[in-house]
């Protein structure tokens, strides 16, 4: 062969890989979502956890990028869901607290609005929910087949998520019975059944872009792990424990009722086995994309759904599962909504990074948006963070980021910088509380500035004043 034959032909091929690598590195991303249930932001080891091992999410956090300061979208379950996949806060998004219907199910989400899960589906992507919604029962609006989702599976109902030993699950419309579980007698650990359901997605998904959204139950109460090696090296590690004692109706039997709690002989070891298995399912995850050669493809996320709970037996104190933040489930302080939250993007995201972005659940929706090149609905709240992944010096800022909370009186709080205000007993004003805080300096909320700050205190009560909308379900002053 002539030599130079043999350069152009050297050249050609260099050029068509060149090519085809330009082409695999500019492929839209997998997109994976993990979203932990009431796991709080000292629950990890990366962040301090001195009791439970979470090496999967520890690596994570490694290999990708930690925000700092991310903020769930309401300090309880379905209300969060709802800001995460609309991009509206709570003074806007339909569904703003934990409405149950009977026999099942919570208030639909209605299926006129534009979801995270729908922009993927519109994009060509395959997308699967598994784990817990909570945002309507099946064949209603908030149905997830009506919310962008093709394949779902799990609890529907997040009061039935309270067990781990249910008589059933539902995949799609479909009610599933579980071996040997019927209320009674626990057989079948659904979070383990849901697990093999995820992982087969990804399998089943390997040559299409897939968004997969694992809403992961635990370590959200009752307090329940299998008798595996986790829960016996926790068991080992704390000894004897005072047990927790469900109230009546709280244990599997005759006489139970579906949202309570079962009692606990070991409740550290127990809550530690369920954040070391959530971690496990991680690991799982990452596993699977590395045996299908999709890792070097595929966007993932790790966050909590609110801060860290107390029920079911949980000690939140014992463990130190909020930090170095003041408040809990419930709690509009950062210890409520304040939530970790890691983004891993091979090639696109810095290994080992931090950003102090501020960012919220209702920015997801127009990030998403932005990866995939498509337009972004007008009139919501969040903004996307696309430039914060990428280490770009052009992120735009919240002016300000706004919570309400409609039980134990109403609460409410908004963010302008470092400044915070929280408001409790808004319902009630004679027994209305304000308070102020700087973060930067106070982040534990512990000084209370209100009396010193009457100007800022007017200004952030009048972005309160225009964040809520009124709604006629979920009524925050009778409105």
């Not at 629950?43 to 090496?55: K, N, R, S, V």
């Not at 986790?230 to 469900?246: D, L, S």
């Not at 302080?333 to 810095?350: A, D, F, N, S």
């Not at 409609?406 to 400044?419: F, T």
Request: net charge negative.
């Amino acid at each position: 062969m002539p030599f130079r034959l043999l350069i152009i032909l050297i050249l050609l091929v260099s050029f068509s890989c060149n090519n085809a690598e330009e082409k695999s590195n500019d492929s839209p991303p997998n997109v994976i979502f993990i979203l932990a249930d009431d796991l709080g932001y000292g629950d990890l080891g990366f962040l301090g956890q001195p009791y439970i091992e979470t090496p999967n999410i520890d690596r994570l956090a490694r290999e990708g990028m930690f925000f700092t300061q991310h903020y769930a979208g309401a300090p309880v379950c379905a209300p969060s869901r709802s800001a995460l996949i609309t991009g509206l806060h709570t003074g806007h998004t339909p569904v703003r607290g934990n409405f149950e219907v009977q026999p099942e199910g919570q208030y639909p989400m209605p299926d006129t609005l534009q979801t995270l899960s729908k922009i993927f589906q519109q994009a060509g992507y395959a997308t699967g929910a598994f784990g817990k919604w909570g945002l309507g029962f099946v064949g209603t609006s908030g149905d997830p087949s009506n919310q962008g989702f093709e394949q779902f599976y799990g609890y529907n109902c997040q009061r039935y998520a309270h067990r781990y030993y249910p008589a059933y699950l539902w995949e799609n419309q479909t009610q599933v019975d579980l071996p040997g579980n019927d209320w009674t007698n626990k057989v079948t650990y659904a979070p383990d059944l849901i697990q093999e359901k995820t992982l087969a997605f990804i399998e089943s998904n390997q040559k299409n872009p897939f968004f997969l959204f694992m809403p992961i139950v635990m370590p959200h109460a009752e307090l329940a792990a299998p008798d595996d090696e986790i829960f016996q090296k926790y068991r080992a590690k704390f000894g004897e424990e005072k047990a927790h004692q469900a109230p009546e109706g709280g244990d599997y039997g005759p006489e139970m009722k579906i949202p309570g709690y079962q009692s606990e002989p070991f409740p550290h070891a127990a809550f530690a086995a369920m954040v070391e298995r959530t971690d496990r399912y991680v690991g799982e995850v990452l596993a699977k994309l590395e045996e299908l050669g999709l890792a070097e493809n595929t966007l993932v996320i790790f966050t909590s759904d609110n801060g860290a709970h107390f029920e079911g037996g949980a000690d939140p104190e014992f463990f130190d599962s909020n930090g170095p933040f003041r408040g809990l489930k419930r709690d509009l302080y950062e210890g409520g909504i304040r939530v970790p939250m890691i983004v891993k993007w091979p090639g696109k995201v810095k290994e080992g990074s931090r950003s102090d972005h501020v960012s919220a659940f209702w920015d997801w929706l127009p990030t998403f948006a932005d990866i995939l090149g498509k337009k972004v609905p007008e009139a919501i709240d969040g903004i996307s963070f696309l430039p914060a992944l990428l280490g770009k010096s052009d992120q735009l800022g919240h002016d300000h980021l706004y919570w309400e909370f409609h039980e134990l009186g109403g609460r409410q709080a908004v963010r302008q910088g470092n400044w915070k205000l929280v408001k409790y007993q808004v319902k009630d004003p004679s027994k209305t509380t304000v308070e102020l805080f700087d973060l930067a300096t106070d982040p534990g909320e512990s000084k209370n500035l209100a009396e010193a700050n009457p100007k800022k205190v007017a200004e952030l009560e009048g972005l309160i004043r225009q964040a809520h909308r009124p709604n006629p379900v979920f009524r925050l002053f009778g409105n």
